[in-house]
């Protein structure tokens, strides 16, 4: 049995902070590896192996946001990915079955009042 594996799903710039802090405290506490995922949900009309910089550009960046979040505020090293899909649940499902994560951290939407 391998080393103890949490991911943590970003979706947004806005839930970033509070999600990679409550997923660094988690792995921290169970010693374990840390890996963030962005799924970009491509629409149907775009082909998922479009070559267009402007589909991943937003996804990397907040991938590589989170990377320094986690190292600076928490000294925690974090993995990151980028994956294109057309449905963001599944792909996240489907990733963390891959790789074998115990742990999963994902935020949900809210509406505003």
Do not use: N, W
């Not at 988690?26 to 998922?48: C, D, K, N, Q, R």
């Not at 402007?54 to 090293?77: N, Q, T």
């Not at 449905?87 to 790789?99: F, M, N, R, W």
């Amino acid at each position: 049995m391998g080393k103890t594996k949490v991911l943590v799903a970003l979706r947004d710039i806005q839930s970033l902070e509070s999600l990679v802090t409550l997923a660094c405290q988690i792995s921290s506490g169970m010693e374990a590896e840390l890996g963030a995922l962005h799924v970009a949900e491509i629409p149907m009309a775009t082909p998922i192996e479009a070559d267009d910089e402007v589909l991943d550009r937003p996804g990397r960046e907040m991938l590589e946001y989170a990377r320094k979040y986690a190292a600076e505020h928490f000294s925690r090293p974090l993995t990151t990915k980028l994956l294109r899909a057309r449905q963001a649940g599944e792909a996240l499902v489907g990733e963390a079955s891959d790789q074998g994560i115990d742990t999963i951290v994902v935020g949900h939407h809210r509406p505003h009042t």
